[in-house]
């Protein structure tokens, strides 16, 4: 919880005075400064956000004065005595954030963390001044080949480094000079210290490593040059203008720059000039992707900003499976194991382009789909919601190549209705980039490190969505306990960072040694590196109820085909095929098993396969769908597809020199619709020997087969 202290802004009210009555009231006390003579509640909604956006923390206030008594040590060294009572006390009411506070403390007095320790937790010896690394050296000069050193000549006790943007050299200048016994002016040459103005590279140089290689840089997509940032200790430090650069080297050194040119006309390097072409240099680290959340294994070109929580060193898998268990309307044991795997995807570092993505599918509103969604964005920095119009793909695109979006991981797409079946959506799971316009800018692109969450009632799928999703499916609870909510709170908003830590826990374990089968080709590594993992992970066993990685592939491939548009459309005209020919006598079967006896005197044997031309096809096409006349190329191209696909089965298309074009039905495919209408083995033996196929005398069959 934060506190404001809102403190009149009079001359009586000192950087001191704030300082330590905010110290009182805690930690997490923003310190901020009202309108001279005026209280908050006579300031508008606009001025108290502003006096609101001006607070500081009352720990970075206390140090920004301390700071300022650079030059009255004895002063300095009260008020830090007077500040570790405050340290204690912190320390101890919130041991979590004892390091951010050290951390703080330690770069800004040049401590070490075991200086640290010791003077809070005793305070007997009092703190002395350490002093500063010595300076480099800089680069040789042109003229003279002279050495300059970077800065003023090193202080002892120098409590932070030095940032300058001038050296000193000696160089052989001429000097008239009056002789004491003859009193004429005579002119000598005298070697002396002059100033000589930094190039911009040596100043950069020089913020780099008095400053430890802080400032890193991030190649934005689509920006001209890439955006300077810091990693902190408690979250990302963004530098995009010299200002800022100035303020953050600041709070870090002691800035000493010199304006105009030195003696020889060179013009001292500006903070503008520093920070703009800062992130060319090759010693300074750039990376793709900035992300506060972690990796396992880590990604290449990613920089992660992600602090463990303290209060859970040794992660055990318990929350992650506390969230599962909340979750008891996913009653099959393969639901849950997809569901504990969606909750690690996002932080797992494979390949890109080969994260899996999940369907939260029930036969009814109000299961908790979108909860359960949320479960899995939530803790990974939350959930890009976005539908698939031809507006909202093009919005998408634009965040996910903003800087706001790159830190995102996990897109959902809630209440989906219709069909699914975008290129969009397909290239969001499975392309290893991301490309596309980013606003202002252009051209973009990202790494694909996204998960993809959908949900949906009654969801009906293209062929190639349908093989790229896993299905979690809910059933309608029994009861709403008024509980429950808050017990979701706690897990997945107080716990989050706990949740995060389970995920690596699981990552980190060895590989199962495991094999598996199925129609998981684009996602095998997924399947090896994450599912596979969570299904045998210890902690999880229990709430998974033993159900193995075979199970779950299996269950979740028959899924697949219920789902899958293509496959339904393909087993209605099957259906519908092989009620036609029925129709046309081309066989006969009877009812319940008792079959009757063909009543042709001249048959052929049931090997024969019976022709239809793609006319005939495209009349049965329309029939079996209710549609109107339709193009014969185009039912002969759908049908094709299909068989192509193997949906359709022992339908065979001729060959494109036929003379005939259209397709062969082979015998097989009347066996395999008899097993469907629950014929027996022995019975479709009984149809082999019984049923023939209907012809003229005069008919020849030959490679076109039998058409009537």
Request: hydrophobic share 40%; aromatic share 8%.
């Amino acid at each position: 919880m934060k506190f404001y202290l809102a403190l009149d802004g009079t001359k009586d009210v000192t950087q001191a005075v704030r300082c330590k009555r905010g110290a009182a009231v805690g930690a997490d006390c923003l310190v901020c400064v009202l309108p001279e003579g005026k209280d908050p509640d006579d300031l508008s909604g606009d001025e108290l956000a502003a006096v609101k956006a001006d607070a500081r923390p009352v720990l970075t206030e206390w140090l920004a004065w301390l700071e300022s008594l650079e030059s009255e040590p004895d002063q300095r060294k009260r008020e830090l005595e007077e500040l570790r009572p405050y340290l204690q006390r912190w320390t101890a009411a919130a041991p979590a954030l004892a390091g951010d506070y050290r951390n703080q403390v330690c770069a800004a007095l040049a401590l070490t963390a075991e200086e640290y320790n010791a003077w809070v937790k005793s305070g007997a010896k009092a703190l002395s001044p350490n002093p500063s690394p010595k300076m480099g050296e800089g680069n040789r000069n042109g003229d003279g080949g002279d050495v300059a050193v970077m800065g003023e000549q090193p202080r002892e006790g120098a409590e932070r480094p030095e940032i300058c943007n001038y050296g000193w050299v000696k160089r052989k200048v001429k000097e008239t000079i009056v002789n004491a016994d003859t009193g004429d002016e005579e002119e000598q040459t005298v070697e002396k210290n002059v100033l000589r103005a930094l190039t911009v590279d040596e100043v950069q140089r020089c913020v780099h490593e008095k400053l430890n290689g802080e400032i890193c840089a991030l190649d934005m997509p689509g920006a001209k040059t890439p955006v300077l940032f810091s990693p902190t200790a408690t979250g990302l430090k963004w530098i995009p203008t010299p200002g800022i650069l100035k303020n953050f080297c600041g709070m870090r050194a002691i800035l000493k720059f010199k304006t105009r040119a030195d003696s020889t006309g060179q013009n001292y390097a500006t903070w503008e000039d520093v920070h703009n072409a800062y992130a060319l240099n090759d010693y300074v680290r750039r990376y793709r992707i900035v992300t506060m959340f972690p990796h396992e294994p880590p990604m290449k070109d990613t920089c992660y900003v992600w602090r463990p929580p303290a209060d859970y060193p040794n992660p055990d898998g318990r929350y992650l499976a506390e969230v599962v268990k909340l979750f008891d309307n996913i009653v099959e044991p393969h639901f849950k194991a997809l569901f504990a795997a969606a909750i690690v995807s996002p932080y797992w570092g494979g390949p890109c382009g080969e994260r899996a993505a999940f369907a939260f599918i029930g036969d009814e509103p109000g299961v908790g789909k979108g909860k359960a969604a949320e479960a899995v964005g939530k803790p990974a920095g939350g959930l890009i919601e976005t539908q698939m119009d031809e507006h909202a793909e093009k919005r998408l695109l634009e965040f996910l190549l903003h800087e706001k979006g790159l830190v995102k991981r996990v897109v959902r797409l809630d209440n989906m209705k219709d069909v699914i079946d975008s290129p969009l959506l397909e290239s969001l799971i499975t392309l290893p980039e991301i490309t596309g316009h980013r606003l202002h800018s252009g051209l973009a692109d990202r790494p694909n490190n996204l998960v993809v969450l959908i949900t949906a009632n009654g969801i009906r799928l293209s062929s190639d969505m349908a093989r790229r999703i896993f299905f979690i499916k809910l059933q309608k609870p029994e009861s709403y306990p008024i509980a429950w909510n808050d017990r979701y709170r706690q897990l997945i908003d107080e716990n989050g960072p706990k949740i995060v830590a389970d995920a690596l826990a699981i990552l980190k374990t060895p590989r199962p040694n495991v094999s598996f089968d199925g129609g998981q080709e684009s996602f095998g590594k997924w399947v090896a590196d994450v599912l596979a993992r969570v299904v045998c992970y210890p902690a999880l066993q229990a709430v998974l109820q033993g159900v193995t990685l075979q199970e779950v592939l299996r269950a979740n491939d028959a899924l697949r085909v219920d789902v899958d548009e293509a496959r339904e459309q393909a087993a209605k005209f099957a259906l519908g095929l092989f009620e036609q020919l029925v129709k046309e006598n081309v066989v006969v079967y009877g009812n319940g098993g008792e079959f009757m006896q063909t009543p042709y005197e001249t048959a052929t044997t049931v090997t024969q396969p019976v022709f239809r031309s793609s006319e005939q096809m495209a009349k049965y096409w329309c029939e079996i769908f209710v549609k109107d006349k339709i193009n014969p190329a185009w039912a002969g191209r759908k049908i094709n597809e299909h068989i192509q696909a193997r949906r359709i089965q022992f339908i065979e298309r001729t060959k494109e020199k036929s003379v005939t074009r259209g397709f062969h039905v082979l015998p097989q495919f009347w066996e395999e619709h008899l097993a469907e209408q629950g014929f027996t083995q022995e019975e479709r033996g009984r149809w082999r020997r019984e049923i023939r196929l209907k012809t003229d005398s005069t008919d020849s069959i030959g490679q076109q087969g039998v058409e009537t």
